[in-house]
Each structure stands twice: as C-alpha cells, then as structure tokens.
C-alpha cells in the first residue's frame, strides 16, 4: 500500500507541477477523444435511428455486424487503419497521415462507432411501441419521429455515449499502433504509460494512471450529470 500512497503523491505533484510536456499529453488525448465521440456520435446515432424506424433486407444482417463490431479487438483496428495509411501499401498513403493525430482519431472513431450505435439502437427499440404510434396518427413526418425518439431514449443514448468515450479514454493498442508515440506529437495517456512501464518506470506509470482515472472519473461524472438533468 505505502507503493500506491508514494504514486498516488507523485500523481498530485505531477498535477501540481504545472509541467508543459504532462499538460500537453493531457491536452491531446481529451482532444482526441472528444473528436472521435463527436464524429461517432454524429454518424452513429441518426443510422442507428434508422436501423430503428426502417424494414429492410439486410437489417438482421447490419445489427448483427454492429453487434460484433462493439467488441472489435483495439490492435486489429490499429492494423487496419495502418495499411490504409501507410505510404508504401496503403490506399489513403497519399495523404500522409500515419503517425498523426488525425490517423488516432480514425481508428478510434472505427472503434467508438459501433458502440455508439448498437447501445443506441438497444435504447431505442426498448422505447413504448405507443411513442411511433401515436406520432404517426398525429401524421408525424419521419425528421418529427426522429426527434421525438432522440428525445424518449435520450437516457439511453448518454449511456451508449458515456460507454463510449469511457472505451476511447482507455485505449492504448491501435492509437500507439497508428500514431507512433511520438513526443510532442502523438503521445497520449495510455502510450505515455505504456512507454514508462517499458522502461522500468513503475512508479511513473502508475501516477499517470491515477492521473488517467482521475480525468476519466472528472468527465464521466460531469457526462453523468448533463444525462441526468436532461432526463
């Protein structure tokens, strides 16, 4: 326990020092987190309305695709994004984007998506059959039927966006896998820890994790309590 106490006081310390490099490394990844939930909040929700609201062939197909695309293993994801961007093999190589942020945010934005929608979709067809019904005898059109579900499951569609940015904070496989880890540049919380843990720096690695539950618990609260005021 006397480990945990002496990392837990070197967390504050780091906190309280005020050093540029540690306030950077903190910067990017809420940036690149948000970024991602955003993107994946915008496309995921309004398609999985759609998956909810439409009778289509194929949609038994598309849910359970989504359904197992919510566990895609992080490394995977981070291989794929990286041929797509490599230089010498890659279809998007062109635009020389590996080991930049932007190619972090694509692979997290192919992680969060899924989530974003299935979690969505589950909160969407637990909604009272009554909420369509009515909406449509009162001659509704489709964009007032949208509104009024975001506005029912909009509960469950924090949680599916809580969950998500929860997946994204934690990542380390396919951001350190596609940006390089490098300093200054594309160095987050996860990589920052796993590059002290690789060498030797236990202690340095487990208060920039205390660091990272503390900023995770930070966000998530405050998300938790918007969600709740809103419901």
Known sequence: MEYFAE?????????????????????????????????????????????????FTGKGIILNIVSTFMGLPPVVVGLFVYILLSNQMGLFGSFRLLFTPVAMVIAQVILALPIVM?????????????????????????????????????????????????????????VMMVGGNVRYQTRVMTTAIALHKGMGEFQTALALGIILLLLSFIINFFLQFLKGRRA
């Open 118 to 174: 299935g979690l969505t979709h589950t909160s969407l067809i637990s909604l009272d059959a009554l909420v369509i019904k009515t909406s449509v005898t009162m001659g509704a059109s489709p964009f007032q039927i949208f509104i009024t579900i975001m506005r029912e499951a909009r509960y469950g569609i924090g949680t599916a966006v809580i969950t998500a940015f929860g997946r994204l904070m934690a990542e380390v496989g396919a």
């Open 7 to 55: 990392a837990f006081s070197k967390a504050l310390s780091l906190l309280f020092s005020l050093d540029g490099e540690l306030y950077r490394i903190i910067f990017l990844t809420l940036k690149i987190s948000a970024e991602a939930l955003i993107i994946s909040s915008i496309i995921g929700i309004p398609l999985a309305a759609i998956l909810f609201m439409k009778d």
